[in-house]
C-alpha cells in the first residue's frame, strides 16, 4: 500500500513571497489532516479535512495560510505571503475516517524555510 | 485546553539497555494516548497506545504504563537499538474536537 505522498520535500523562499505544498493521502481515506512542525517542536494540527469538507481549521493561521481540497482527494496548502516564523516541517496525514484519528499516517513532509 | 509534556528533551542510552520516556498531560479527562516515533527526515510513526482504563500495554519491545492519578505516562523500549534513535512524541485529546495535542518530543540517542 502507498504511503502518504508530499511535494516538494524541501523549499526555500524569501518572506512575503508564496509558496504551496501538495499532499496524495493513502486511497481511500476520508480525512486529511496538515501539520506545522517547528523544529524542536511536536507537530501542530493546521486543518483537518473530511473529504472535501473542512472538519477543524481553528488553528489555522486564515490571513495567510489556505488550503483546500476539491475532490476529496489531494490537498494544497498554501502561504501568502510567508513570515520567517512559518519555517517550519509542514506534514501531511491521513486517516480512513475521522472516527479514527489515532490510525493516522503521516507523510515524509515538506520543509520550508523562510528567509 | 490539554496540554503535553516531556521531561526531558534529550536521552542517550548505551545499546542494550532499557530506555523510559516520560510524558506528562494536563486533561485528566482524556482518555486515550498515543506514542509516536519520529525519525529524521520522516514523519511521526505510530508506536502503541493506551487508553486511560488501562495501567499498563505492551507491545513488541515497548511498554507504555499510565498513571492517571498524576497525569503521567511512559514509553519504555525494552533493549535498546540503534534503529530505536529517533524523536519520541506523546500525544493526547485535544478537549473539543477529535483530534490530538502532541507533546515537544524526546530525542532518544543510542550509544554504541
Known amino acids: 500500500e502507498a504511503g502518504v505522498a508530499q511535494s516538494p520535500r524541501y523549499k526555500i523562499i524569501e518572506k512575503r513571497q508564496s509558496v504551496a505544498f501538495w499532499c496524495n493521502p493513502i486511497?481511500?481515506?476520508?480525512?486529511l489532516y496538515w501539520y506545522q512542525q517547528i523544529l524542536g517542536q511536536g507537530p501542530k494540527l493546521l486543518i483537518q479535512f473530511q473529504n472535501n469538507g473542512v472538519v477543524d481549521d481553528s488553528q489555522l493561521p486564515k490571513d495567510r495560510f489556505s488550503a483546500e481540497r476539491l475532490k476529496g482527494v489531494d490537498s494544497t496548502l498554501k502561504i501568502q505571503p510567508a513570515k520567517l516564523e512559518d519555517s517550519a516541517v509542514y506534514l501531511c496525514?491521513?486517516?480512513?475516517?475521522?472516527?479514527?484519528?489515532?490510525?493516522?499516517?503521516f507523510g515524509p513532509g515538506t520543509r520550508l524555510t523562510v528567509t | 485546553g490539554e496540554s503535553v509534556g516531556l521531561h526531558l528533551p534529550t536521552l542517550s542510552v548505551q545499546e542494550g539497555d532499557n530506555s523510559i520516556i516520560n510524558c506528562a498531560y494536563s486533561n485528566s479527562a482524556s482518555d486515550y494516548f498515543i506514542w509516536y516515533k519520529q525519525e529524521s527526515g520522516k514523519g511521526p510513526q505510530f508506536i502503541i497506545d493506551?487508553?486511560?482504563?488501562?495501567d499498563k500495554r505492551q507491545g513488541q519491545r515497548v511498554t507504555v504504563l499510565l498513571n492517571k492519578t498524576v497525569k503521567h505516562l511512559s514509553l519504555q523500549i525494552a533493549a535498546t537499538q540503534p534503529g530505536d534513535s529517533a524523536v519520541y512524541f506523546c500525544a493526547a485529546p485535544r478537549d473539543y474536537g477529535q483530534n490530538f495535542v502532541f507533546g515537544p518530543g524526546t530525542r532518544l540517542s543510542v550509544l554504541p
Open positions: 486511497s481511500g481515506h476520508a480525512t
Open positions: 496525514a491521513s486517516s480512513l475516517d475521522r472516527a479514527t484519528p489515532y490510525e493516522q499516517y
Open positions: 493506551i487508553r486511560s482504563n488501562m
